[in-house]
């Protein structure tokens, strides 16, 4: 097959060996796949994968690896021991998992589970979802992005006494806004240094967004939430005044410890980001603020499928986050502008 290879650090478009499907599993043809900075996390720190103990991905530079794990595609064939559950040409998608004999793979992060930067990949039988509508195939590749989101949203839990603080609008920033916003959650208070990006957030839901260059994130969550973009040192009066939940989406060096230095105290932090390389935080000063801190580990089946049919049944539109397609041989590039904040929300890849 054609695909976009990682191979010893750099893409190369050209053939690789078709996958074989294995027990369990489904081989499917990929229609559309995005571009996630988590595909940039893994091309370009190798040596966070050697720290991870998981199995959940392999580097490995001496071997073929198609990257790509947001995805619709259609039913090719079936390995053995199992259902045949769909006719061929069957349009599907799933959490981005492959279970092998020894493990689960995230798919498109192992030489053994090539993703949808390819023209075939595999996917497990008993976790992959028709897609129920017409919804077109770059549309429904963005599910899975909407997923993390939606399961920050789920598991924050916000109550009608909190206000979020979405820090980053990116695809997770996004999904994390639209996701709060479907579960009726707000007011949202989101902020990004891209003026497209911002102006998607309010398309997705943001109440209130801002540029951080001009004004403290926090500072305008003050003032939505207490009327007042001062803090609060009354601690008897902080009881009457709404919490924080902040949302961590940006994934750079030193943005998780900015929140913990400018939120307010009792915030709850959920670190959707997550740089590779590591970070420093003043866990002093979190401690004093008596801050909670939740990191990712990825959605639950259950979040994935829900988040799967909000987006298929279009009750959550996202078409917003949709930038452009290109083929096979403009991945590289493709990789390359998402690297850059003014990228859009998602490029989508249809082999």
């Known amino acids: 097959m054609k695909a976009a290879v990682l191979r010893a650090g750099s893409i190369e478009v050209r053939e690789t060996d078709d996958p074989t499907p294995g027990p369990g599993q489904v081989l499917v043809r990929s229609l559309a796949c995005g571009i996630c900075a988590s595909d940039l996390h893994f091309m370009d720190n190798p040596e966070a994968d050697a720290d991870d103990d998981s199995g959940l991905s392999r580097y490995d530079p001496d071997a073929d690896i198609v990257m790509g794990h947001e995805y619709c595609a259609e039913v090719v064939d079936y390995g053995p021991d ?21 493990g689960v793979r995230i798919i498109g992060q192992a030489p053994d589970a090539p993703g949808g930067f390819g023209e075939l990949f595999l996917l497990t039988e008993g976790m992959t979802q028709v897609v129920p509508t017409d919804l077109p195939n770059e ?37 994390v806004i ?21 102006a998607i957030a309010t398309t997705m839901g943001a109440d209130r967004v801002v540029d951080p260059a001009g004004l403290s994130p926090y500072e305008a969550w003050r003032d939505l939430a207490y009327g007042s ?26 943005v998780l410890d900015a929140i913990v230095k400018g939120c307010e105290r009792g915030t709850r932090l ?82």
């Open 178 to 198: 639209a996701s709060l916003k479907r579960l009726g959650v707000g007011p949202i208070v989101a902020a990004d240094f891209d003026p497209t990006r911002r």
């Open 229 to 254: 973009p001062e803090p609060v040192r009354d601690m008897m009066r902080m009881l009457d005044l709404p919490g924080c939940v902040a949302f961590e989406c940006v994934g750079v060096p030193g």
């Open 82 to 102: 199992t259902q045949r559950r769909w006719p061929i040409g069957t349009r599907v998608s799933s959490i981005p998992a492959l279970l092998q004999p020894d």
């Open 270 to 351: 959920y670190s959707a980001g997550g740089p590779p390389e590591g970070d420093h935080l003043h866990t002093m000063v979190a401690k004093r603020k008596g801050l909670s801190i939740q990191f990712g580990g990825g959605p639950s089946i259950t979040h994935w499928n829900e988040a799967f049919e909000e987006v298929c049944s279009g009750r959550l539109d996202v078409a917003p986050m949709f930038g452009h397609t290109v083929g096979l041989d403009g991945v590289p590039d493709a990789l390359d502008q998402a690297r850059r904040a003014s990228s859009p929300p998602r490029i989508i890849v249809t082999p």
């Open 139 to 175: 549309l429904v590749s963005i599910a899975d992005a909407i997923s993390v989101g939606w399961s920050y949203a789920s598991r924050a839990a916000v109550t009608p006494k909190e206000v979020p603080l979405v820090i980053g609008c990116g695809a997770i920033g996004l999904a």
